[in-house]
Structures are given as C-alpha cells and as structure tokens.
Antibody, heavy 119, light 107 residues
Framework: QVQLKESGPGLVQPSQTLSLTCTVS????????VSWIRQPPGKGLEWMGV???????DYNSAIKSRLSISRDTSKSQVFLKMNSLQTEDTAMYFC?????????????WGQGVMVTVSS | DIQMTQSPASLSASLGETVTIECLAS??????LAWYQQKPGKSPQLLIY???SLQDGVPSRFSGSESGTQYSLEINSLQSEDAATYFC?????????FGSGTKLEIK
C-alpha cells in the first residue's frame, strides 16, 4: 500500500536551514508527484510546493525564495530545504501524494513531522 | 492567489443530524475543489475531489456539491466518528489554497 513518512530535526534555530525527507513506499516517484504542506499549531494548511513526476517543481510564491524541493528516485525520497527560518515557520510539515492535472488534490499523506523554530 | 472563504468556523450537531459546510472561492475554480477531514494529531484525509466525487472508502453519507463559486460539503446521519475539522482546498491554480477550516463537534 501507499505510504509516505516524513523525517527531520524537531528543533531548528532561527536563521538556520530546515532539511526534511519524505520517504515513500508503494509508489514510484517517476510516475507520482509529491507536495509539501505545513500547518502551524492550531491553524490551517499551507501548500508549500510540489515536485512533479517528471522532476519539475512549482512553489508557493510566498516562500519560493527560501524553498527548494528535490528527490532521489532510486531511494524513493523527496527532500525539502528551506532557509532563513523564523519562529513563524514552526509547524507540522506533511508530504502528500499529489494528483496530476487537473486533479491536484492530495490523496495520501504522511503522518507529519513537527518542526519548532527556537533558540 | 485564490482565496477560499470557509464557513462556519465551528458547529455543533447531534448524532443522526445533517450538517453543511461551505467554501466560497474568490474566482471560478471550475469544480476543482477537494474536501478533507482532519482529526486531532492526525494528517488530513481526502473525502471529496472534483467538488462531488467521493474518494474510495469514504462513507456515502459524505457528499459535495457546487453552485457557481460556492461549494458545499454535506454530512448526513452524523456519527460520533465525524467529529473533526474539515478543510476545503482548491486544486485549480497555483498556489493551491485551503479554507480556514470548520471544527465539527458532535453533541
């Protein structure tokens, strides 16, 4: 069955870079797309960006200058890197399978990883 | 960016009742709307996509509809396990955006 699992540091210092990994199973990254989505505590959901099955990427313009999404298809892993972290980046970070156009909804989600930005 | 205005922010209903949650898109999203259910401490789960298509495994008491740029999620015959927060999401244009959520309490 399809599974996604996020991993990464729980605590990041302000101004530092966040690196997260999404490890997938039950699907191939060469035919499936994966998004990163985050949710601050007690708040709503924000789509951050996507890496498409062809390796192309799209980002939310609000954070595009700080964000990079990449992958290693041989390891079935998708990576998120975001620099210049601030306290408002404290959130649960999810990876999710993303449907192809026009069905860009999220049908499988990881359990999420909580990231706290604090000194 | 397309704004999704979701209402109400919270509601309380009794077992067996029917509730409706709404999302208003700031522009035409051509039925490219999904609904999710999120329980505390869990990741969101897809309920509805393309405004009215039921995701596999989701009970038929969940249904979606649309009228212009207004989208609705209806939950019939409320069960205790329906207590959750519900989000809409437009999947028409970048950036994909979500509504602010509706917290449903079962009395």
């Amino acid at each position: 069955q399809v599974q996604l699992k996020e991993s990464g540091p729980g605590l990041v210092q302000p101004s530092q870079t966040l690196s997260l990994t999404c490890t997938v199973s039950g699907l191939s990254l060469t035919s499936n797309s994966v998004s990163w989505i985050r949710q601050p505590p007690g708040k709503g959901l924000e789509w951050m960006g996507v890496i498409w099955s062809n390796g192309g990427t799209d980002y939310n313009s609000a954070i595009k200058s700080r964000l990079s999404i990449s992958r290693d298809t041989s390891k079935s892993q998708v990576f998120l890197k975001m620099n210049s972290l601030q306290t408002e980046d404290t959130a649960m970070y999810f990876c999710a399978r993303t449907g192809q156009w026009p069905g860009h909804y999220f049908d499988y989600w990881g359990q999420g990883v909580m990231v706290t930005v604090s000194s | 960016d397309i704004q999704m205005t979701q209402s109400p922010a919270s509601l309380s209903a009794s077992l067996g009742e029917t509730v409706t949650i709404e999302c208003l898109a700031s522009e035409d999203i051509y039925s490219n709307l999904a609904w999710y259910q999120q329980k505390p401490g869990k990741s969101p789960q897809l309920l509805i996509y393309d405004a009215s298509s039921l995701q596999d495994g989701v009970p038929s008491r969940f249904s979606g509809s649309e009228s212009g740029t207004q989208y609705s999620l209806e939950i019939n015959s409320l069960q205790s396990e329906d207590a959750a927060t519900y989000f809409c999401q437009q999947h028409h244009d970048y950036p994909f955006t979500f509504g602010s959520g509706t917290k449903l309490e079962i009395k």
